[in-house]
């Protein structure tokens, strides 16, 4: 008789210590969600949380908008810059007349070239659209056009 009781001593003091470990878990685990405050209710927290995430929903909207428009803006950007150096007149101006495309990375922009010789130095700026001009190129100014 005395076994029996001992046993449903051990088994209701082993439930009482897993309740009490269950209940320190559990205790911990709302101290964490209610960091250090004392709402009135888990419905705040729950009301809470979900205004938070709205935010956050709401604030990454607006940042995908941001993104974009800097993704457009970089795009209308001069991405492409390059300079030829040659000798316009033969071996006389020493690679002092050259080519530079300023292009973004739909290839509008413009080609500026600079044609040097002792008198004077010409300057020419021709629009570019989509990789083209309609205007007519020098061999320089076509093999920076086709460089993409």
Same mark, same amino acid.
């Given at each position: 008789?005395?076994?029996?009781?001992?046993?449903? /001593?051990?088994?209701?003091?082993?439930?009482?210590?897993?309740?009490?470990?269950?209940?320190?878990?559990?205790?911990?685990?709302?101290?964490?969600?209610?960091?250090?405050?004392?709402?009135?209710?888990?419905?705040?927290?729950? @009301?809470?949380?979900?205004?938070?995430?709205e935010d956050l929903y709401e604030n990454f909207d607006q940042n995908k908008k941001v993104l974009?428009?800097?993704?457009?803006?970089?795009?209308?950007? /001069?991405?492409?810059?390059?300079? /030829?150096?040659? &000798?316009?007149?033969?071996?006389?101006?020493?690679?002092?007349?050259?080519?530079?495309?300023?292009?973004?990375? &739909?290839? &509008?922009?413009?080609?500026?070239?600079?044609?040097?010789?002792?008198?004077? @130095?010409?300057?020419?700026?021709?629009?570019?659209?989509?990789?083209?001009?309609?205007?007519?190129?020098?061999?320089?100014?076509?093999?920076?056009? &086709?460089?993409?």
């Open positions: 008789m005395l076994g029996t009781e001992l046993i449903i /001593i051990i088994a209701i003091g082993t439930v009482a210590v897993l309740t009490l470990i269950l209940h320190l878990i559990l205790y911990v685990r709302l101290k964490k969600l209610f960091k250090g405050g004392q709402p009135k209710s888990i419905d705040e927290i729950l @009301t809470a949380y979900r205004v938070a995430i974009s428009d800097h993704e457009n803006r970089i795009k209308k950007s /001069i991405t492409t810059p390059k300079t /030829i150096r040659f &000798n316009a007149w033969g071996d006389v101006s020493g690679n002092q007349s050259f080519t530079t495309r300023l292009l973004d990375e &739909n290839g &509008n922009g413009v080609i500026v070239s600079t044609l040097y010789a002792r008198e004077k @130095t010409s300057v020419f700026a021709k629009p570019v659209n989509n990789w083209s001009t309609e205007q007519e190129l020098s061999d320089e100014e076509k093999e920076l056009l &086709n460089e993409r």
